[in-house]
């Protein structure tokens, strides 16, 4: 069984540590900095085995040099599709890369849009996504378009309903906050601010969620949704013909009128 640890860093990022109990090695993915992940491994005396990145913003690798100069020969993998330094292993849709140090097999899946060579590694029903998908959101589109978004968010859509997505920010309730404002009638969006509002007050964190929840309450997964198609195109000022559209009209709206 994986085991999979929060680290957290910045001020909303998120680490996560990947651990097979009774192994002496665990698996970074994404570092955006190096000192929280040498506490957590110092704490549980363990070793890093290897670091996973999903794409190129550097408070996602910013911590890769520095682990690999603190465990020499560590396995670095990453996107085929993006320039980042100290990645040894380049990695494209449909591999299964073997992980030192870590019993499970893990799929590739090229998920561009937020970056254009953006990729997510799922396996064991959970899904380590970057800043593609995230708890009731989605990334901006810094890199890619926004159709590629739209066609990455809906790759993810299709994979089990009891998926764990682990994004790699702690951004639920502002997520909320615009979800709310595209359906402002959901009673499933309203119950899940007021669970979010009560994990952050006791200290916990509100990811991972699951892909039925993100179905339930996420807008930029239900573009074929009546009530969101019809809020996008009162943004848009004119109809909307494909779930695309959609998607790109309600990433705009919170881009200029939200954040």
């Not at 020969?73 to 980042?84: K, L, N, R, S, W």
């Not at 030192?100 to 029903?125: N, R």
């Amino acid at each position: 069984m994986l085991e999979v640890t929060p680290v957290k860093a910045f001020k909303d990022n998120f680490i996560w540590m990947l651990h097979n109990p009774g192994s002496e090695t665990a698996v970074a993915v994404d570092p955006g900095e190096s000192a929280p992940v040498l506490a957590w491994l110092e704490e549980r005396g363990l070793r890093l085995s290897a670091i996973l990145i999903t794409h190129k913003h550097i408070d996602h690798t910013g911590g890769v040099m520095d682990l690999q100069f603190a465990f020499p020969g560590i396995a670095v993998m990453g996107p085929t599709h993006e320039a980042i330094r100290g990645i040894k292993v380049k990695l494209k849709e449909g591999d299964q890369p073997q992980i030192p140090g870590l019993d499970v097999d893990f799929t590739v899946l090229e998920i561009p849009g937020h970056t254009e060579g953006h990729i997510a590694y799922y396996g064991e029903g959970k899904l380590f996504c970057g800043d593609t998908l995230f708890s009731a959101g989605c990334g901006g589109i810094f890199g890619g378009t926004h159709e590629q978004m739209h066609a990455s968010l809906q790759r993810i859509a299709a994979l089990p309903a009891d998926t764990l997505v682990y994004c790699a920010h702690e951004y639920t309730l502002e997520n909320l906050g615009f979800a709310k404002w595209v359906e402002p009638e959901s009673t499933a969006i309203l119950e899940r601010e007021q669970e979010a509002q009560a994990q952050l007050s006791r200290g916990e964190n509100t990811v991972p969620s699951t892909l039925q929840t993100e179905l339930a309450t996420n807008p930029f997964l239900r573009v074929s949704v009546p009530e969101v198609k019809a809020a996008a195109e009162r943004y848009a000022g004119h109809e909307l013909s494909s779930g695309a559209e959609v998607f790109t009209a309600i990433r705009l709206w919170k881009d200029r009128e939200y954040d």
